[in-house]
C-alpha cells in the first residue's frame, strides 16, 4: 500500500462527536491534522453534543463539522470529497430492544458503510480506516477446534442470526460488503475489529460501552449470563485506527483487543471501584 504523509492533509471522521470517535479526533489534531468531522444533528454547532470537540486544542483552526446523514450519500459525499483518508467510526449501535432489526439495524448499517466507501472512491480518497468489530470474527461456530481466531475467521451471519445476536450481523454483512466493494474498485482499506471498548469519555453524556455496564448495576437482567469479554481501552483503539492509516504496510483486518475477563469477574471489579470513590 501507498504511505501517507504522517500529521499532514486533511482527513474525515465519520460520527465525531461518539465515544471512539472524539478521542480519534482528539489524537489525529494533536498530529497536525485538519479534520472534517461529521455530524447527523440538524445544527453541528450544538454546545451539548459536540463542545468537547469545538474545545479541542487546534480545534478551531483545524476541525470542521459537517451535517451529514450516513444514509444520505451527498452529504457524506460532502464531507469525505477534499480528504486525503478517511476513518469510518459511525456506527448503529441499539441500547434499547428494536422490533424489527434487519430493517432497524442490520440494513442501515451495511447501507451507511457502503455509502462512505462509495464517497470514497469517488472522491478519490487514499485510504479508508474502517471501524468493525471483534463480533464480525468470534461469532463462528465452525471455526477449527483448538485452532486460535484470528483475523482471517469471519462470523457465521446465519449462526448470528439463530441466537439472534443483529449487532454481530450488522457488523459483519458491512466488514464483509465493505471489503469487497473496496476490492472491485481498488480503494484501499483497512479494518480494526475492537472488543469491548472501555475508558474515559470526552463527551458529556453515556456511550454505548457504558450502558451495557450501567445495565448490569441497574437490574437490567435478573440473571446474567457469564460471557468473556475481549476488553480494549479506547485511547488505545485511536492509536490502531491512526496505526492503521500512517502504516504503508498495513492492510486487511486487525483484531484489537487487549485483557479478556468475564462478565462476574468484571461487575466485581467495578463495584470495588465504585466503593473506592465513594470513600
Same mark, same amino acid.
Given at each position: 500500500?501507498?504511505? +501517507?504523509? #504522517?500529521?499532514?492533509?486533511?482527513?474525515?471522521?465519520?460520527?465525531?462527536?461518539?465515544?471512539?470517535?472524539?478521542?480519534?479526533?482528539? =489524537?489525529? !489534531?494533536? #498530529?497536525?491534522?485538519?479534520? *472534517?468531522?461529521?455530524?447527523?444533528?440538524?445544527?453541528?454547532?450544538?454546545?451539548?453534543?459536540?463542545?468537547?470537540?469545538?474545545?479541542?486544542?487546534?480545534?478551531?483552526?483545524? =476541525?470542521?463539522?459537517?451535517?451529514?446523514? $450516513? $444514509?444520505?450519500?451527498?452529504?457524506?459525499?460532502?464531507?469525505?470529497?477534499?480528504?486525503?483518508?478517511?476513518?469510518?467510526? %459511525?456506527?448503529?449501535?441499539?441500547?434499547?430492544?428494536?422490533?424489527?432489526?434487519?430493517?432497524?439495524?442490520?440494513?442501515?448499517?451495511?447501507?451507511?458503510? !457502503?455509502?462512505?466507501?462509495? %464517497?470514497?472512491?469517488?472522491?478519490?480518497?487514499?485510504?479508508?480506516?474502517?471501524?468493525?468489530?471483534?463480533?464480525?470474527?468470534?461469532?463462528?461456530?465452525?471455526?477449527?477446534?483448538?485452532?486460535?481466531?484470528?483475523? @482471517?475467521?469471519?462470523?457465521?451471519?446465519?449462526?448470528?442470526?439463530?441466537?439472534?445476536?443483529?449487532?454481530? +450481523?450488522?457488523?459483519?454483512?458491512?466488514?464483509?460488503?465493505? @471489503?469487497?466493494?473496496?476490492?472491485?474498485?481498488?480503494?484501499?482499506? &483497512? @479494518?480494526?475489529?475492537?472488543? $469491548? &471498548? =472501555?475508558?474515559?469519555?470526552?463527551?458529556?453524556?453515556?456511550?454505548?460501552?457504558?450502558?451495557?455496564?450501567? #445495565? *448490569?448495576?441497574?437490574?437490567?437482567?435478573?440473571?446474567?449470563?457469564?460471557?468473556?469479554?475481549?476488553?480494549?481501552?479506547?485511547?488505545?483503539?485511536?492509536?490502531?485506527? =491512526?496505526?492503521?492509516?500512517?502504516?504503508?504496510?498495513?492492510?486487511?483486518?486487525? &483484531?484489537? @483487543? %487487549? *485483557?479478556?475477563?468475564?462478565?462476574?469477574?468484571?461487575?466485581?471489579? $467495578?463495584?470495588?471501584?465504585?466503593?473506592?470513590?465513594?470513600?
Amino acid at each position: 500500500m501507498a504511505s +501517507v504523509e #504522517k500529521g499532514k492533509g486533511r482527513v474525515c471522521v465519520t460520527g465525531a462527536a461518539g465515544f471512539v470517535a472524539s478521542w480519534l479526533v482528539k =489524537l489525529l !489534531l494533536s #498530529k497536525g491534522y485538519v479534520v *472534517h468531522g461529521t455530524a447527523r444533528v440538524r445544527q453541528p454547532e450544538d454546545e451539548e453534543k459536540y463542545g468537547h470537540l469545538t474545545k479541542l486544542e487546534k480545534a478551531s483552526d483545524n =476541525l470542521k463539522l459537517f451535517k451529514a446523514d $450516513l $444514509l444520505d450519500y451527498d452529504s457524506m459525499f460532502s464531507a469525505i470529497k477534499g480528504c486525503h483518508g478517511v476513518f469510518h467510526v %459511525a456506527t448503529a449501535m441499539p441500547s434499547t430492544a428494536i422490533s424489527n432489526p434487519e430493517i432497524e439495524l442490520v440494513e442501515p448499517a451495511v447501507k451507511g458503510t !457502503l455509502n462512505v466507501v462509495k %464517497a470514497c472512491v469517488e472522491a478519490k480518497v487514499k485510504r479508508l480506516v474502517l471501524v468493525s468489530s471483534i463480533v464480525a470474527v468470534g461469532r463462528n461456530p465452525n471455526w477449527p477446534k483448538g485452532q486460535v481466531m484470528d483475523e @482471517t475467521c469471519w462470523s457465521d451471519k446465519e449462526h448470528c442470526k439463530s441466537i439472534k445476536d443483529w449487532y454481530a +450481523v450488522s457488523k459483519t454483512q458491512a466488514e464483509s460488503e465493505a @471489503t469487497e466493494y473496496a476490492k472491485r474498485s481498488g480503494l484501499e482499506l &483497512i @479494518t480494526v475489529c475492537p472488543g $469491548l &471498548i =472501555l475508558g474515559p469519555i470526552l463527551q458529556s453524556y453515556a456511550n454505548a460501552s457504558t450502558l451495557v455496564l450501567l #445495565k *448490569h448495576f441497574k437490574g437490567g437482567s435478573d440473571c446474567v449470563e457469564n460471557t468473556k469479554w475481549m476488553m480494549v481501552d479506547v485511547r488505545d483503539v485511536a492509536e490502531a485506527l =491512526l496505526l492503521g492509516y500512517e502504516k504503508a504496510e498495513a492492510q486487511g483486518r486487525y &483484531i484489537c @483487543t %487487549a *485483557h479478556d475477563i468475564n462478565t462476574h469477574d468484571l461487575v466485581d471489579k $467495578l463495584r470495588s471501584l465504585l466503593m473506592w470513590r465513594k470513600k
